[in-house]
Every structure is written in C-alpha cells, then in structure tokens.
C-alpha cells in the first residue's frame, strides 16, 4: 500500500486515477511516499527517509526545495502544458482588458446612479474610455513553452503582427508555432517593435529583475506588458518609473507585489492563470499519473530535476530504481556489484541529467531487496529501491 499526502485542494478527478493499492491523506507527510502539492511551501518541511517523489499539480517548482531533494533522492514532478490553455485564455484577455480600458470603465460605471438617464450619461462620458483593437498590433512573445507557443499561435490568429524569442525553445515547441510567427535571436532588438510584450521566462537566477531600467528603456513608448511567468522577473521600481514617465502605458500581471498593488496603469489578476476547472483538473491528473507510474514502473517523466527514463509498464519482472551521481564507470560498477550477488540485469536504461543519473533495470521475479541495497551500498548511490 503506498501512502501519498496532498497539500492544497488537489482536484478530485484527478486523486480518483489512484487505484486502491494507494492510501490518500491530507497535510500528513509521515511516511508518505508521495506528496502533491500545488502552490504549498515545502521548503521549510523535513522529509521522511519514507518519501520518493513529490508532484506539482502545475509547472512552476518554485515553492518546492528542489534542490535539496536532488540530494536526498526525491524525484520532483511537473505538469508542464496541463495548464497551458487556461493560462492563454487569460493572457489573451489581459490585452482586452488593456486594450479597451475595461477595468477603467468598469469602476466608472458602477459610480454611476441608475436613474432613468444614465443611458444619457453612458453615452457622453464613454469617449473617455475608448481604446484600441488587438488587430494589427504587434505582439512580442519571450518564452516559447508549452505557455507561450499557445499565446503566440492565438495572437496570430487574432490578426497581431507576432515576434517570438526563446534561445531554449524544443522540437517539440517549434513544431506547434505557427510559420507567421517571427522568431528573433535577442530580446532587445524586439521591443522597439512590440506594442504588447508577454513574458513567459522562468523565473532562475539568470532572469531575475530582467525587467528593469535598461530592459524599459527600449520598450516602444505606449507599449503594454504582461507577466503572467512570476514577479521576480520584474524590477518594480524601474517598472513603476516607466508606468508614471509613459513609456509604459499598462503592465498586467497574474503575480502582483505590495509595491505595484493600486499603482496607477498596473491591472493586478489574483494568479487566477491555472485557475480554471479544466487546468486543474488535467494539472491534477498528469501529476498523479506521473507519481503512479514511478511508483509503480520506476519510471520517470517531466521530472525538473531527474531525467525522463522509462521501460513502460512493468511486467512480472521486478525493477531496481536507482540514483547515483552522475560519475565515470558507474553503471559498470552497478551491474557488476549486482552480478557478484548471483543477479542477472535483462534489460536497463540509464539517463544523467547534470550531476545526476537514474538507472532503471528489470531482473528476474522475487529478488530480495535487502540483498540489492546491500549489494549496492557503496560510494555516488544515493538511493536504491526494489519494485517488486
């Protein structure tokens, strides 16, 4: 029985793909083997010797201590793309909302009294209020993921003029991106041309304050910004300084601060990106398939921190799963500590992702797991675990 602890409201048609071998609860991470979580802190947990995996009901990782579990073992999950639609609906809407003065015009309405002229009044201040059409304007898209291949590709559609950046963009991506869509090689050389920017960068050591003096300095005056990636991309200060000089005209964002919070130009979304109940429902369900499949295969993908590694479904075979520093003659090392023991590798896969490996092999039914771990005690493994 494997015992796996949620944190948050993780959708319930999700939690239904596990199976009865599996014991659901709640904010109890004693001896769980696996935790879901959605935007929950765990950075300041002590994990059990228990726990094998933890799964982020969505794609950003930056509420779980990722590194620290690399060390102690623990495969770190994603749901990259299981939100993606929802996240560009709402993109797509924050340019409506910029475009058209909504929220301006919103709040002027509802100043109004309903009395029987207010049709009268409407239609003499509503000048004030009129915008612009998304048609025709150009759109810088900067991070082509899952996320902003869907923004891009909509924009296009809705007759924005689309340039796109991303220096780590996969096969995968560039295969979905329409051919209208202009890719360029630095993000300076674009923001002359962009009447909206849309960030869609994660936000690492090397993005952080990415939008700061120099970065608005060559925005095109009047242009607008969205940030639905994450607040640390953002230098306020400087983004406060181009809201009040002009040279920004609005900046929404799905990741308010207490410094942007009611600044005049800023529209602040309460991070409703991932909140629909369609993205939560594929997040939740990709991030339980993917425990399952660890837990039950040994195999491993969209992990953030171990590389994808898979023999599909387990058979009657059993499996040892194992993760090593990623160091010369390992795998050799590995079999043959498992040949000393009398046992006979039938098939493996073995994948490094930076400092780390994961080896996954299939050997014969029924082998005792405290003979493999023994076997296997020695210097670079870090964990080692019989799936019988």
Known sequence: MHKVSTFNKISSVGLSRFTDDYTIVAEDAKDAEGLIVRSYDLHDMDFDDSL?????????????????????????????????????????????????????ALKWVNTLEMTDDVAKKIEKGKGQFAGTELRGKTLGVFGLGAIGVQVANAAEKLGMKVIGYDPYMTVNSAVKLTRKIKLVTSIEGALPECDYISLHIPAIDETKGMVNQEFLSKVKEGATLLNFARDKLIDDDALIYALKSGKLKKYITDFTTAKLFGKEGVISIPHLGASSAEAEENCATMAVVEMMDYLENGNIVNSVNFPNCSLGEKDEAARISIINSNVSGMLSKITGALGDVGINVENLINKSKGDYAYTLLEVKKDVDPEIIKSSLNFDNIISVRVIN
């Open 52 to 104: 094998r995996c933890i799964a982020r009901a969505g794609a950003g990782v930056n509420n779980i201590p990722v590194d620290e579990c690399t060390k102690k073992g623990i495969v770190v999950f994603n749901a990259p793309g299981a939100n993606a639609n929802a996240v560009k609906e709402l993109v797509i809407a924050g340019m409506l909302l910029a475009a058209r003065n909504i929220p301006e």
